[in-house]
T-cell receptor, first 111, second 112 residues
């Protein structure tokens, strides 16, 4: 199931700089997109979401951008902090039921 | 802050045995879900539950699986006869509406 793709398995960023995590999707029926953060041996923690009627949503250091024509979304973290080091999952839903997850991107923020 | 809880954190069982994984969703949530993540793979949807019935299930959720909300607080996943390939992290999630889902810490199921 490749409906949601995160093509970068890992990303390394210096503390204080911007982290940009990318996600592509193929299903045009997706209308709600979410980012989750996950530490080892824990469940995914909800970060931020965006509806398909918007192209940007911001919450503190986290901003999600949605480009529907390109079927692409990204998560920006500014400034990045060492505590942001985790696996980040992109997820999408159509009609608000099941979530379809990407494979995740490991973010390492170096101090 | 309200959170989803799951028990046990780790369950070891022999192939062919029945297991019940338990979840306590966030108290005012109405939608409940089970997902699993096999080691090294994506988080996969298993089933969603609303108004005391299954609203959607995946191909993985075959006759060996069942869900129940036995009382006002618990939500359980039962696997009737476990197989080696059922070994995975099982996550329960809940949501107040058709919006963000909040996940529990997971139960690691090991089938030997």
């Amino acid at each position: 199931d490749q409906q949601v793709k995160q093509n970068s398995p890992s990303l390394s960023v210096q503390e204080g700089r911007i982290s940009i995590l990318n996600c592509d999707y193929t299903n045009s029926m997706f209308d709600y997109f979410l980012w989750y953060k996950k530490y080892p041996a824990e469940g995914p923690t909800f970060l931020i979401s965006i509806s398909s009627i918007k192209d940007k949503n911001e919450d503190g250091r986290f901003t999600v951008f949605l480009n529907k024509s390109a079927k692409h979304l990204s998560l920006h973290i500014v400034p990045s902090q060492p505590g942001d080091s985790a696996v980040y999952f992109c997820a999408a839903s159509a009609g608000g039921n099941k979530l379809v997850f990407g494979a995740g991107t490991i973010l390492r923020v170096k101090s | 802050e309200p959170e989803v809880t799951q028990t046990p954190s780790h369950q070891v069982t022999q192939m062919g045995q029945e297991v019940i994984l338990r979840c306590v969703p966030i108290s005012n949530h109405l939608y409940f879900y089970w997902y699993r993540q096999i080691l090294g793979q994506k988080v996969e949807f298993l089933v969603s539950f609303y108004n005391n019935e299954i609203s959607e299930k995946s191909e993985i959720f075959d006759d060996q699986f069942s869900v129940e909300r036995p009382d006002g607080s618990n939500f359980t996943l039962k696997i009737r006869s476990t197989k080696l390939e059922d070994s995975a992290m099982y996550f329960c999630a809940s949501s107040g509406g058709v919006d963000e889902q909040y996940f529990g810490p997971g139960t690691r199921l090991t089938v030997t």
